[in-house]
Structures are given as structure tokens and as C-alpha cells.
């Protein structure tokens, strides 16, 4: 069982250059989350989705974007890549909106100079 | 807007007991939420609380009091494996909002 899985593990960008960041999952979760982690910081969300066709914002959503065409992938988008989006980037699901516990990828470490 | 209040570091002794304690004022709660995240790793699921009280897994306890905006989360029998970063996260509308994370250390 595979559970979330994010690809690639590690990047290097040049500024103004772009990016997608997979997440896939193989849960049939509806719930899927992407956050970034600055070090000494706790998750920011960046955006989530509810379900096939359906995402919204999260905390610090400016920079970037998404997708959900289908329930196993949530794809990022980084469009003109920039210093500050230097971070951990991990994605989450869950199987429903309620309270039940995310599951985490290993996240993808993005550095951008 | 959150604001999830954790403190930064502890160190204790292996063997030991630490709590760490998670203040919370926020625009809406469903539950709190802890999690385990070692060094270069994903942060993995602990415990859940919805209502108050306190919830015992095994070495771990959290509790939670609604009315003070206040959780606590005990880790007892320390051993060095617990030497991580543990994050205390607020549920609403679908969502976790997390506090910075407190790294414990545990000394032998």
C-alpha cells in the first residue's frame, strides 16, 4: 500500500523558471491538502480539494496553482518560480472532511536560486 | 485568523516525562489534532481530540480543554526515538491549522 506519494523528492529551480510538484495517492480519499514547511515553522495549507473537480484556497495560496482532474492525483503548479517559495512542500489526504487524521507524503524539497 | 501557541524546544531525560502544552485561540474548532515529525521526515498521526478530557495511547496522553483554548499532549516513558517535533494542529471546516512545533530532545 503506497498511501501519498510525492514526486520528485528534491529540486533545484532558477528563479522565474516553473514546476508541477505530484502528489498521488492510492486511498480513494476525496480530501486532499498541499502544504509548504519553513524551517523552525509549522505547515502552512497552500490549497485543498474536496473532491474530483473541486479546490480552494488555502492560507498562502499566492504563486502557485492546482488541479484535481481525479480522485488519486493533486498536482502544484509553480508558475515563475521565486526565491521565497524555497520550502518543504508536502501533500496530505484524508478520506473525508471530518475528523479523521491526514496521511503525509515525504514531501518534495524545493530550492530555488 | 489562528493562532496556535507552542513552545519551541524541550529537552529531557530518557525515562522521563515531558508535556508539552498547545494554546489556541482560532475562528472556528472541530478538534485538535498531534502529530510526530522526526528530523527530514512526514509528520505522522498521534492523537485526536474532539471533546474534553484526556485520551490515553499507550506512552501517550493528550488532553484537551475546550473552554480555555488549551491542549496538552504527555509523553511518558521517554525513549530516544521520541526525539522529534511535535505539532499541535486545529481542525475546522475541513482544514488543520498548525502551530510551529515544539522539537523535544531526550538526553540519555
Redesign the interface.
Known sequence: NAGVTQTPKFRILKIGQSMTLQCAQDMNHNYMYWYRQDPGMGLKLIYYSVGAGITDKGEVPNGYNVSRSTTEDFPLRLELAAPSQTSVYFCASSPTGSNQPQHFGDGTRLSIL | GQN?DQP?EMTATEGAIVQINCTYQTSGF??L?WYQQHAG?????LS?N?LDGLEEKGRFSSFLSRSKGYSYLLLKELQMKDSASY?C?V?ND????????TTVTVRA
Open positions: 496556535i519551541t472541530n478538534g489534532f521526515e512526514a509528520p505522522t498521526f485526536y474532539v505539532l494542529a481542525f475541513y482544514k488543520l491549522s498548525f502551530g510551529a512545533g
